[in-house]
């Protein structure tokens, strides 16, 4: 069964399912950023997915990174699956500026997370969930 790995149950806050991938967007304010966790238990690496699988990954990546590029204009998106701290496999996305606190970077370390206000993060998912809305197979969570 599926269970979100509890780091990323603190750090984040859900937005929606994809039909394969949970869509999570981080609590740290500094940046533009969403991970996507294929709903599969025990799931560490992305070669251990079956083909189609694998394939439908790369589709919500890039459509996922797509939107964040079409609503945010930034200067690079980063897309990631590290994994040393929470071994679950997840897919960072985040829009990176020129402007922002860690460029050119990367996000890790460079500074403490700045957390959104419990307002802030409300309305981030509300607004993450009206942009994601245009995705095949989008569900927002309740």
Known sequence: MFELHPRLAADTRVVGDLPLCRVLLSRDSQYPWLILVPRIAQLREIHHLGEADQQQLMRESCAVAA????????????VGALGNLVPQLHLHHVARFACDAAWPGPIWGARPPQPYSEEQLESQVALWRERLAGVGGFIPAQ
């Open 67 to 78: 939107v964040m590029e079409a609503s945010l204009h930034p200067d690079k998106i980063n």
